[in-house]
């Protein structure tokens, strides 16, 4: 209860002209990156951490920004996929599947106002499911000790690499591998010694995550962009759109599917770095299959909207709760704002309440807010966004390439920030056209650490009886949970 | 993403990558103090600075021969050099992949600029080359002229020069105008906002 409490409090101390006008602004910005191709949301925020860091925002004010153009952006995907049949994002593209069909029947302004509304709704879904889950898992959370702790780095790595891999699992985990092994590079945790640095310098402290998340995530897109890039612009004029008002009767029939979606962005979005895009196919896919109105998907159905965009906001609550309680980000993005955080001198884990008792319910009660600016900007913005797709991607891509070199640069002024942020891009480029994914090799990096010092801490506590492990109930939980996972993606393959 | 075959040629030789590092990764992880003492503690293996990457490093090995084993029983190795090298003929006379590599040097080449002036021996390079004659590549290699805003501008200005040709477009000395005008505007507004507002010192 006294978590309750302290949300509304500080939800009402946020409330002030300056934080409502920051968060206006960013939610603006937001939505102009989802509904660009080539910008997301991680993008986004990792670009506004470089600027509110140099800012020296007070820490309330820096994650309003971020929350703001995290949710903008999640959300501004649907815009363009509606009108232009382009989603702006990963998030976007199953809203684009039954979006422009529906379009083309002169439903876009109908489609663009219930894919707010279920946006809306599906974050302020993920706002109550931090409400509810985040004290208990906090309380869970400081019972963890060393094994519990290896554990859930292993299972968040594995789970994130068999769940991100368009191909074989196996190429997914050999990138959570990959970033574990970059994370001993530096300094031995606890020996102190010198490992894989090769007498450089710079290595010593490390690598830090944010030069390669910039990397990772941008370069590649870059490329990519402009090798598909066509003589051809995409300056096809968007039909004009009706009257930009929802059917509440329907949403409102429509409320198993909305209550179903918010669950399953709120699960997805809780498993370390498997984000937006996949929350939204996934709850997409369930929908379809459950749905009394199979025959209408894929040919305009709204129901399958409702279900993707609910979903795809619902993501982001459930993966602050992972972030918040543990310290392992739910989602690409969340792996961006844990830096961010960090930087303002917050460590998210078990020990947050403790150190900052304010900061969860605050960080709850920011994306509140979050989720009604961008309700608002939503329906303000809907037939003005697509025309930020008139600029050409010939001429952002360079700008992109711009904020990437300087934002990897403005965290600790070290040019060698810059080279393993090009190097790792274009490596990942190549690794991402031979199907690996990204996330799992950022995860890794996060988790290493964690990973490694709670393994050699939990063998020295059991090095007498390595039996102690499975019988600590959280241990076998998580025990259980790898073995399945793992066994579940073998079965699959036969299958 | 590739397709299928190529795709399963590709995994043969990430996997063969892939053992080669986690065998090196194996062998330097051996190097470092596996017994002995530390601090007058006795150390045992499991708490080494060793033990993790052997772990991470034998995984990987794993890995990556499932990854081969799968790629050879999928596709077969047939064929498997004459195949690498018509691929990389193809891809490199091909309009993408001339654009990739095109790319790719211009992000490096921008990078290697802004780094120019750390390196002593440059402004050396260019007097010996004579090119100090030529006021550009003199002034270009002090610390003053390779910095962020000058490199900024020829990366832009090369980039867009290259890729952006709409149809339709500007043409002729309007095309150039206007793209010079961004180029230099861009890293000229972005240098400002970091260097005089946000403080952030920039190389």
């Known amino acids: 209860m006294e978590h309750f409490t302290t949300f509304f409090t500080s939800l009402g101390s946020l409330i002030t002209p300056f934080n409502c006008f920051l968060l206006l602004f960013t939610v603006v910005v937001g939505i102009i990156f989802g509904a660009l191709p080539g910008l997301s949301a991680t993008l986004g925020i990792a670009l506004l951490t470089t600027v509110t860091y140099s800012l020296n925002l007070p820490t309330e004010a820096s994650m309003l920004a971020l929350m703001g153009i995290y949710v903008g952006a999640i959300y501004g995907g649907s815009h363009p996929a509606i009108l232009l049949n382009i989603p702006g994002t990963g998030a976007g593209a199953a809203t684009a599947v039954e979006g422009y069909p529906l379009n083309l029947k002169g439903r876009a302004g109908e489609t663009i106002a219930t894919a707010t509304i279920m946006s809306f709704i599906g974050t302020v879904f993920g706002v109550l499911a931090m409400l509810m889950f985040i004290p208990i898992l906090s309380k869970t959370a400081l019972m963890f000790q060393s094994s519990e702790y290896l554990l859930l780095a292993l299972f968040g790595v594995l789970i994130c690499g068999s769940l991100t891999s368009a191909d074989s699992p196996v190429k997914g985990w050999i990138m959570g591998l990959l970033g574990m092994l970059a994370a001993t590079i530096g300094m031995d945790p606890m020996h102190g010694h010198q490992r894989f640095t090769f007498g450089v310098p710079e290595l010593i402290g490390g690598i830090t995550p944010i030069p390669v998340i910039l990397g990772g995530f941008a370069i590649p ?19 004009a759109i009706s009257r930009v008002w929802p059917n509440f009767k329907y949403i409102y029939r429509k409320v198993t599917v909305g209550i179903r979606s918010g669950l399953i962005g709120v699960g997805v979005g809780s498993i370390p770095g498997v984000g937006e895009d996949i929350a939204a196919w996934l709850s997409y896919d369930v929908s379809k299959k459950a749905s009394k109105e199979k025959e209408e998907y894929g040919k305009g159905s ?9 979903a795809n906001n619902a993501c982001i609550g459930g993966a602050l709760i992972p972030l918040l309680t ?44 979050a989720s009604f600016t961008m309700l ?94 499975f019988m600590r109930p959280i241990s076998l939980t998580l025990i259980l949970l790898i073995i399945g996972s793992l066994f579940l993606q073998f079965r699959k393959k036969k299958a | 993403m590739l397709s299928e075959k190529p795709l399963r040629k590709a995994d043969i030789i990430t996997g063969v990558i892939l053992l080669i590092l ?173 260097s005089e507002y946000l403080k952030v010192p920039l190389p």
């Not at chain 2, 194996?26 to 060793?50: C, D, H, K, R």
């Open chain 1, 221 to 239: 897109q870059i490329i990519q962009t402009i090798v598909q890039s066509s003589k051809k612009d995409a300056s096809s004029k968007p039909s």
């Open chain 1, 302 to 310: 709204l129901e399958g909207v409702v279900a993707a965009e609910t």
């Open chain 1, 326 to 369: 543990l310290g392992v980000p739910g989602s690409p993005p969340a792996m961006m704002l844990l830096g961010a955080i960090m930087l303002n001198g917050i460590v998210p884990g078990p020990r947050l309440p403790v150190e900052n008792p304010g900061f969860i319910p605050q960080m709850s009660a920011i994306l509140l807010m």
């Open chain 1, 376 to 469: 608002i900007c939503g329906f303000l913005m809907s037939r003005v966004s697509i025309y930020v797709l008139r600029i050409p991607v010939t001429l952002l891509m360079p700008v992109v390439a711009l904020f990437a070199v300087i934002g990897s640069y403005s965290f600790d002024f070290s040019i060698f920030n810059v080279y393993l942020m090009i190097g790792f891009g274009i490596v990942a480029y190549f690794l991402r056209q031979m199907a690996y994914p990204i996330a799992p090799l950022v995860i890794g990096i996060i988790l290493g650490p964690m990973a490694e010092v709670n393994l050699r801490r939990t063998l020295i506590d059991h090095s007498d009886n390595l039996a102690g492990i």
């Open chain 2, 22 to 194: 986690s065998a090196a990764i194996i062998i330097e992880a051996l190097q470092m103090p596996i017994g002995g003492t530390f601090a007058g503690v006795e150390n045992t293996w499991y708490v080494s600075p060793a033990s993790f990457p052997l772990i991470i490093g034998s995984l990987l090995a794993v890995c990556a021969v499932y990854l081969i084993v799968r790629a050879v029983k999928l596709e077969g190795a047939k064929d498997f050099f004459t195949y690498c090298l018509s691929q990389i003929r193809s891809s490199l006379t091909h309009p993408a992949g001339r654009k990739l590599v095109i790319i790719i040097g211009l992000l490096l080449s921008y990078i290697a600029f802004l780094s120019l002036h750390w390196f002593d021996d440059v402004s050396n390079t260019v007097q010996r080359l004579s090119l100090h004659h030529v006021y550009v590549f003199r002034y270009l290699a002090t610390p003053e002229g390779a910095n962020y805003f000058s490199s900024s501008v020829i990366f832009l200005f090369a980039f867009t020069q290259y890729f952006h040709r709409p149809a339709g477009g500007l043409k002729g000395w309007k095309r150039h105008a206007l793209l010079s005008a961004i180029s230099v505007l861009f890293p000229f507004l972005m240098g400002f906002l970091f």
